[in-house]
């Protein structure tokens, strides 16, 4: 791979399933928040694989401009190598032509009868034989050398032009791929924005499909409370309507009491603000069975932790800590207090309450320490304060 080559992750089908996961978790709960939220997250699903598809295509193209790219860098260097092999031909044949005008210019001063007169006044005829045939070889030896300078210059020219062609059409597919990449890219990111915008659309959905269903959650517990407290209350003026009496029957003693008054409710531990505290230092952590701290929680782990701080010893266990605290009524509840959830016989879960209606709670394995809402099934009609 070279070096300009950059691989893309396939992230935008993972970020539309992600999406999908948080949208499918509402839309189970009523038909009447589907189908919007179906609507968006098959749209984000669709342009998610619509970028999926465009960075295969970049890739490709990617490729495909390093092959040119390469191919142009090779011609460039055989035009190079060309034009070298053309100079040192020309400097050659130039070199040749010099030496060639140099003895033409000498033969056409002496007449060309130096070598002749030499070998007559010597009376050697065959001297003259010889001189005359050595100067004829040399004028066409130089003759041939600057023909074949001329036949190599042609056909580096040639070469020289067939390559300067290649070049050009090398550049213009270079060019081409390029053009096609930039236009991929700019399309990339028009699908990208296109998909954050029904990213958001998808999410701002979802979180109002979330307060309707959380509404009306709440709206549900808060019915059933009221339900079971008016039961309770109805049970209690069921028992303070009969009289108990003491003493034996042929007594003339008063009758005891009726009823027993209710306790007072405890006033908020001052310990509350640090327990409270102590449960938010602690937010982002995991959730683990048997947890205490200081690493992970369950939770009554994390409010016996919270309390602790508070002051107070709890023991790790939510049914012990709806018996160790003071009951009061869910809608007097203060911060620092515990939510239960479950019945008095066994409590399955405890948080602690922060206010509006807001817990802190390590809720199950695979979720961290987190806000969540107290209204939910299961909600005591009580809190527990320590």
């Known amino acids: 791979m070279t070096p300009r080559r950059v691989r893309r992750l396939g992230v935008y089908c993972a970020v539309a399933s992600m999406l999908g996961m948080l949208a499918s978790s509402w839309i189970g709960a009523g038909q009447a928040f589907a189908d919007p939220i179906s609507q968006k997250q098959s749209e984000a699903a669709r342009i998610a694989q619509q970028l999926q598809a465009q960075n295969v295509k970049i890739d490709r193209l990617a490729e495909a401009i390093d ?19 053309l100079a040192q031909t020309e400097a050659h044949a130039r070199q040749i032509l010099s030496t060639l005008r140099a003895e033409a210019v000498t033969l056409y001063v002496t007449g060309g009868q130096t070598g002749t007169l030499q070998a007559i006044s010597r009376n050697q005829a065959s001297d003259l034989v010889i001189s005359q045939a050595y100067a004829s070889n040399a004028f066409s030896d130089q003759q041939n050398a600057v023909d074949q300078m001329r036949s190599i210059d042609k056909q580096l020219n040639e070469e020289h032009a067939q390559l300067a062609a290649q070049q050009k059409s090398v550049a213009l597919a270079l060019a081409k791929v390029t053009a096609d990449e930039r236009a991929a890219q700019s399309q990339q990111a028009s699908e990208q924005a296109t998909l954050q915008n029904v990213q958001g659309q998808l999410i701002a959905l ?12 709440a709206a549900r517990v808060q019915a059933e409370l009221a339900a079971r407290a008016a039961a309770l209350a109805a049970a209690q003026t069921q028992t303070a309507a009969a009289p108990v009496f003491t003493g034996s029957s042929g007594s003339s003693g008063s009758s005891g ?9 405890a006033p908020p531990s001052s310990g509350a603000a640090a327990a409270v505290a102590a449960a938010q230092a602690e937010l982002g ?38 018996y160790e605290t003071a009951h009061v009524p869910l809608s007097g509840a203060e911060p620092g207090d515990l939510v239960f959830y479950g019945s008095p016989s066994y409590v399955y879960h405890v948080g602690i309450y922060v206010g509006g209606g807001q817990m802190i709670e390590a809720e199950h394995t695979g979720t961290v320490v987190h806000y969540a809402s107290i209204y939910r099934s299961g909600l005591l009609p009580v809190v527990g304060r320590p």
């Open 285 to 322: 952590k995991p959730y683990q069975w048997a947890g205490a701290g200081p690493d992970s929680f369950d939770c009554s782990g994390l409010t016996m932790w919270a309390w602790r701080a508070g002051g107070v010893s709890l023991a790790h266990g939510a049914t012990a800590q709806y």
């Open 67 to 85: 092959q040119a790219q390469l191919q142009a860098n090779a011609v460039q260097a055989q035009i190079s190598a060309t034009q070298t092999k």
């Open 206 to 217: 979802v979180a109002a499909a979330q307060e309707r269903l959380a509404a009306a959650a």
């Open 257 to 265: 009491s009726i009823g027993t008054a209710p306790a007072p409710v």
